[in-house]
């Protein structure tokens, strides 16, 4: 499969929210109906303003099938070290178990370290088993507990 990646354009928002939605998590928390709805363009020009915020996509002859957001992270620790940190990491159903991932994310690690990242880091949900031997078999390693906090409902 040819695929080649970029910097996202606010007219892949639907391919965009379709793939956030598209998972038993993402259904209950994304409202894909109308990925043009005001928090999602919001976002979305928040992300293309912020000089740390990189939102890149992956597409192929059928369109936009993967979707990855890097945010630079400028910290203290580590000697100063800079952190890539990886959201909203995402492959159109149809391309899933092709490879689409792997270099969706070798890609985005290329990225990070040509913007000066010393390490990348992700979250991901205790349900996404799947997501999770994906993402040590690419050399990510369980080493930190997790904890969030809903500001706003």
């Known amino acids: 499969m040819e695929i080649r990646f970029r910097d996202a354009v606010r007219d892949d928002l639907p391919a965009i929210v379709a793939m956030l939605a598209d ?8 409202s894909g109906n109308d990925p043009f709805a005001p928090h999602y363009v919001t976002a ?3 992300i293309e ?15 936009v099938n993967a979707v990855c957001q890097i945010t630079l ?4 620790s580590r000697n100063g070290a800079t952190r890539a940190l990886l959201e909203s990491i ?12 792997e270099r969706l994310l070798c890609h985005a690690l290329d990225l990070a370290r040509a913007s000066g990242a010393y390490i990348a ?3 991901s949900d205790h349900s996404r088993g799947d997501a999770h031997r994906f993402y040590q078999k ?7 507990v997790g904890f969030k906090m809903q500001l706003q409902r």
């Not at 303003?49 to 369109?63: F, K, M, S, T, W």
């Not at 995402?90 to 991932?101: E, F």
């Not at 690419?138 to 930190?144: A, I, K, R, T």
């Open 49 to 63: 303003r912020d000089h740390n915020q990189r939102l890149v996509v992956g597409e192929d002859a059928q369109g």
């Open 44 to 46: 979305f020009e928040a």
């Open 90 to 101: 995402r492959v159109a159903s149809r391309c899933r178990g092709q490879g689409v991932g």
């Open 73 to 76: 992270v400028p910290g203290l």
């Open 23 to 30: 998972d038993p998590l993402g259904a209950t928390r994304e």
């Open 138 to 144: 690419l050399g990510f390693e369980p080493s930190h």
């Open 121 to 123: 880091q992700l979250t």
